[in-house]
């Protein structure tokens, strides 16, 4: 399994600040940019799942875990991921102008 | 696969690991809630939504929150090296970045949403005119926002203090392995962050 030894003295820091920042920079660049709408969410969601995995596996050594902390790790996201695919069916789709889901009726009265 | 057995975890890391997977499945419910709500109303997206935060004072503070996480990496370096006085001085500045964040967030970025009407419940704040649906969706963003920003800000002020505690009990150079537990839950702020920031900031 995995000791402090593992990870101790092996990681550039630096180096993985850097890819980071330079994430960062791409994600607000792409921001920025007149790129067409579906094509920029994408190239932002993609950019962001580098950098969550980076910091995750490099910063906080996920990499060096023993197996069942990967497990552990892994599994809320999965889990959280099939929630969200198992409910976007059953999402209530409320019509806020509708006749009965307006809600300036209900919330905003005083 | 000897490494699946869970009495060979150190039980402070599985325990921090635990905790950590549970913070996943709280934030990830409401990222998924909000991922749902922003794909069935668009007007998420409009000026007085998204539109309304400043990306580049968004983009100051995630670039503060990540220098943090790589001072808290040295911090953690420095730990196993017994390196105690580099050990303190990264964790200060850790806890230093950490408020900077905090400060930005409450002291200039929500004051300046208030001053614009917009409130966890801007529906309300803009009571007695006509709350139409489009006001009302705009106001389920703010909603989002100040949810999620706050409760992550909680997170913040937790780990702040749970570091600065870390590095007084570890300044005499005992139980210095906490310094990796307070360090792997100041990411875990980090990782949420980089799920928020696109999300609110960039996506329009």
Redesign the interface.
Known sequence: MASEKDYHGKQNYVMILGIITVLLIAMVGVSLTSMGGSTKVLTIVALAAVQFYVVLSELMHLKFEPTVVKIAAYLSVIFIILFMLGTAPDTLKVDLEGKFGNGSEYIVKD | ??????E??PKG??GV??L???E??IF??F??SY??ARM?YPEFGSKEAAGALN?WVG?LN??IL??S??TM??AH?AA?EKNLAKMKSYMTYTLILGLIFLGIKLGYEWPTDFHEGHTI?S??A??GA????E???ISLFWSYYFLMTGFHGLHIVVGSLVIFFVMLGCSKGENL?RV?LAG?YW??V??VW??L??MF????
Do not use: C, Q
């Open positions: 696969m000897s490494d699946v057995a869970l060979r975890v890391r599985l690991w635990l950590i997977a549970g996943v499945v990830g419910g990222i998924a991922i749902l069935e990306v983009t995630t670039l990540l220098v996480n790589w990496v040295v370096e196993l419940n529906a309300k803009i009571a006509e709350a139409g649906g006001i009302m969706k392995h990796e792997a990411h875990l980090e990782l980089v799920i920031f696109p900031y960039l996506i329009k």
